[in-house]
T-cell receptor, first 112, second 117 residues
Framework: DAKTTQPTSMDCAEGRAANLPCNHSTISGNEYVYWYRQIHSQGPQYIIHGLKNNETNEMASLIITEDRKSSTLILPHATLRDTAVYYCIVRVGGGSQGNLIFGKGTKLSVKP | GAVVSQHPSRVICKSGTSVKIECRSLDFQATTMFWYRQFPKQSLMLMATSNEGSKATYEQGVEKDKFLINHASLTLSTLTVTSAHPEDSSFYIC?????????????FGEGSRLTVL
């Protein structure tokens, strides 16, 4: 699976949009981009995933560049409860072993 | 989303004893479950992949005789830490997929914090 690069930490003001970048320049054509987050001392929580089209759900939006070498997770109105470590992961779909390889992620701190 | 439950959430044991952690998929059948370990201030590290009815596949450096994994049914996988020592103290997390091709998201348990005295 391709490696990803994320900033170590980011701050965001409560109520503002949080934009979390991720670089995955060696991503293959059959690899999906997944985002998970982990609030302290809890298991990871699925946020969103995509292949090449932008995706939106009730939690966030995922913007994937046309060349698929980078993506951005957008939390439109961050709250204090969004403080967590956010993991960007790429992995192959479609029949192969689907375990997730976690990097170090971005520690997002939402401040009042 | 689907629910994965782990039990116990916290366990403290004496050095040399064995500890069993259960991972259950509550509202779906999980053909594959994954076990992770997380040390303080570090990321999750995959320990093993568990497939129902077959032997688990362990990652390099993980002792299969120390970390026994059983996936006897489509809704239950267990991790037994045998002869636990203080260095085994960690946060153990399981995840499960309801998609046999593993193309969708994985659902994670709440984690089990093991402290070995």
């Amino acid at each position: 699976d391709a490696k990803t690069t994320q900033p170590t930490s980011m701050d965001c003001a409560e109520g503002r949009a949080a934009n979390l970048p991720c670089n995955h320049s060696t991503i293959s054509g059959n690899e999906y981009v997944y985002w998970y987050r982990q609030i302290h001392s809890q298991g990871p929580q699925y946020i969103i995933h995509g292949l090449k089209n932008n995706e939106t759900n009730e939690m966030a939006s995922l913007i994937i560049t046309e060349d698929r070498k980078s993506s951005t997770l957008i939390l439109p109105h961050a709250t204090l409860r969004d403080t967590a470590v956010y993991y960007c992961i790429v992995r192959v779909g479609g029949g192969s072993q689907g375990n997730l390889i976690f990097g170090k992620g971005t520690k997002l701190s939402v401040k009042p | 989303g689907a629910v994965v439950s782990q039990h116990p959430s916290r366990v403290i044991c004496k050095s040399g004893t064995s500890v069993k952690i259960e991972c259950r998929s509550l509202d779906f059948q999980a053909t594959t479950m994954f076990w992770y370990r997380q040390f303080p201030k570090q990321s999750l590290m995959l320990m093993a992949t568990s497939n129902e009815g077959s032997k688990a596949t362990y990652e390099q450096g993980v002792e299969k005789d120390k970390f026994l994994i059983n996936h006897a049914s489509l809704t239950l996988s267990t991790l037994t830490v045998t002869s636990a020592h203080p260095e085994d103290s960690s946060f153990y997390i399981c995840s499960a997929s309801d998609n046999p091709y593993n193309t969708g998201e994985l659902f994670f348990g709440e984690g089990s914090r093991l402290t070995v005295l």
